[in-house]
């Protein structure tokens, strides 16, 4: 177990729809990362707060926003959905300057 | 920004033998190279990592190798047993420093028993 929560596990919808994902990080880390694994395809970076502050942002569309809030926990917003948009979404946390991140067991994600 | 290229994609080996995964970086500056494994249905895992003022590090059947000038890093199995079985990320810093890791794109290795 590695201490980073992500709700809910699997979610299905259909496209045009909105969803929101949550992190809890591990107690004490202060970084919260969010990854897209899409089906036989690595670790795309999306985005980064640290300490409610965004703080780098990698390939993450228009449609899709975060946030980190005061108690360190995280949601992605994922809207008008797309079929493409199907993956498994890892969130991670880190304290800053480790290097090591601490993955969730992520939220899988289907679009119909 | 950071571009890391890991080979091969697929790999089978007998249980026993050795593993090794290779991956590439195209950042000369990039001095953290962490190596992840995924079993099914979980979230990735650090396993090992290395930082750039070593060649070498090893942890009990796991080792790494990092070659600065030719911008690889390897990761070595020995001994391989069934529970290897994952997929094996190899990941480098990109220049917002050692917390936002570009990844390799896997490499899914089987233990055949």
Redesign the interface.
Known sequence: D?G?TQTPKHLITATGQRVTLRCSPRSGDL?V?W?QQSLD???Q?LI?YYNGEE??K?NILERFSAQQFPDLHSELNLSSLELGDSALY?C?S?V??????F????SRLTVL | GENVEQHPSTLSVQEGDSAVIKCTYSDSASNYFPWYKQELGKGPQLIIDIRSNVGEKKDQRIAVTLNKTAKHFSLHITETQPEDSAVYFCAAPSNFGNEKLTFGTGTRLTIIP
């Open positions: 590695s980073v970084s990362y990854y395809q690595g670790l970076f980064q703080r780098a990698g890892f991670a880190s800053s300057h480790t290097g090591e991140l993955f969730g067991e992520g």
